[in-house]
């Protein structure tokens, strides 16, 4: 009975809030459920789609997500995602990029609440809706024979249906369709059904690799109707997935080259925390912790992704990072954030967020890479040392470059970060754990619907205000994220100094609220350096890496060669200044006196336009003559610091940040001074 009423207040609530949206009466504000039991009660709950609406530069990353790539796929990328698409009952792609392509637009279209992309969003729901069999299976179900730039077999794979359940949860959390409830019911007994059977990997291996994200789905179902069976599918799901928790812990996996695809890592690496909701054992946190410090130091990046290109490569600079890696990581990290509380994990994601997307994706969202260097020099069309070459399209921006499931995939990003700004507490409250522009909706202690604002431009700025608004006065705690990078934050509320706190911990401000009060936060930003690959060193301002500003030819290639396969042209970049160089071995008490912060004083839209860069650093460095081209790449990177190494006279140098750049060296040689 009482699983029963908690569900039924449930579908209540968002229903009030559908209704609510559609009558554009602000009212009525979207509610948000923690685990039901026996699940372990989350910290923080992510939002329903609407609570957050993003502003500022935020919202010019998603404007021109809509007017880009994100918005016209349909048209830019015909072959595969108009209405011969599977998932729109078509004999075209039957598999994973129709959903990949709409697991973005979604959220983005409820983000921007925009009515000419959810119209567009919708023909793909229904569909998806009215394909569900007898038995419950659902999407498409007859393979096609081969046909060049589609993929039309596999149809009834495991694994894109994953993709398809994440859209279809965005969907339901922005407008309380029942019906997806009665689809995601009856799909899922028939897994638990067909599973044993058929397990994960019974058509590819994806699945096996990825059936995290079906697990979160499973659990957030339960949330709404308390199924028991659910809790048993789970069970399964969990015990055919590939087992991250032993090999974290146990094994060799992450300093093996080649031992894992790098997507499937970005998508794994959250399966034991969202298995740790149904068993809370330390083991799940310990594993999922123990990950992420081996990725970093076998394989690590200083934009904070890793070498995966596509299997797991080494933390060479000149490695790639899969694009797909970067929104799937995001999403992960997502997801563990707000089971774990973890301040590393929203450390780690504004950190992918802030350097590799608007480095990776053009500002126009018109063309991105498939794979990314951090020390990146030469962005044209050749054959280098990845795991997996694409005729040598990979740095190349573009369309359709190196491989289209970065096309369909990467429109993710932005949005789900967007929507993952706030979350409720599970002590009543509201918490601000990722920081950008935007306003938030909510209720707090109970049923008092609350407004916050939140201004600032970080990541370059430090400063971060939020303005509350309520209808009476109310006590809740404000959960703020103060980062590991940051040494001493100050909160400030109504001008005065309320607590001044150290790095890496959530501040819980606690007290009686009313309408107009002001939350300042200070995040003071200081110049720190990371090592990396032989001892190389990275230069840090607060969440953004900063990397040498080199000059930049770009070239518009037609492509006459394999046009189906990597699109009509793609834009190549060359350097025109030298990029050779070495930074001077200083101690971490020094570093403000070697670097100088340049605050330029640019407002721009976007924020990392390379002509109205905000912020940047000079500092001298020197060049290595040895350190050259090679196979249009850099060089091996000199060790750090090597004896009688040769180099030239100290000259000034200009830093930017990582994701202002196309090309760059990001992580430096070091050498000593004078």
Known sequence: ???????????LGLTLYATAQKKKNTAALPH???????????????????AITPQGWLRTVLVQQKNGATGRLDKLYPLVMN?????????????????YWIDGLLPLAYLLKDEAL??????????????????GYFGPAKDYPYEAGVQRDNSHDWWPKMVMLKVLKQYYDATADPRIIKLMTNYFRYQLKELPQKPLDHWSF???????????????????????????????IHKQTFDYTNAFMNTNLLSTTGSIHGVNLAQGIKEPMIYFQQHPDSIYRMATARGFDNLRTFNGMANGLYGGDEALHGNNPTQGSELCSAVEMMFSLESILEISGDVRYADQLEKIAFNVLPSQITENFMARQYFQ??????????????????????????????????TANMHQGWPKFAQNLWYATADSGVAALLYAPSEVKIYVAGQIPVTVKEV?????EEAVTFSISAPQKVSFPFHLRIPAWCKQATIKINGKVWQQAAGNQVVKVERTWQQGDVVELALPMHIYQEHWYENSLSVERGPVTYALKIGEEVTTVKNDKDPLDYGDSYQEVRPTTPWNYALIATPDDKLSARFRVEKNGHKSAWPWNPEYIPISLKTTA??????????????????????????????EITLVPFGCTRLRISQFPVVNGQ
């Open 83 to 99: 209405h011969r698409n599977g998932w729109l009952g078509g004999d075209g792609d039957q598999w994973e990029r129709g959903p």
């Open 622 to 651: 020197k060049r290595i003559p040895s350190w050259k081209l090679y196979n249009e790449m850099t060089g091996p990177i000199p060790y750090s610091i090597t004896y009688g190494m040769e180099t030239g006279e100290e000259e």
């Open 32 to 50: 948000c459920y923690n685990n039901r039991a026996p699940l372990h009660v989350k910290p923080y709950t992510m939002l329903p789609l609407g």
């Open 456 to 460: 600032t431009n970080y990541p370059f």
């Open 206 to 236: 994806w699945a096996k690799y990825r059936a995290g994200d079906n697990l979160a789905v499973v659990y957030w179902l339960y949330n709404i109707t308390g199924d028991a069976f659910l809790l048993d599918l789970a069970e399964l």
């Open 1 to 11: 009975m009482k699983h029963f009423a908690i569900a039924s207040t449930i579908l």
């Open 118 to 135: 959810i119209e567009k969003v919708k023909p793909w729901v229904e569909w998806s809706i009215k394909s569900q069999q007898p038995d």
């Open 373 to 406: 260097q951090s020390n990146q020099v030469m962005a044209t069309r050749h054959i280098r040392n990845f795991d997996v070459n694409h005729s040598g399209t990979d740095l190349c921006y573009g369309l359709l470059s190196g491989y289209p499931c970065c």
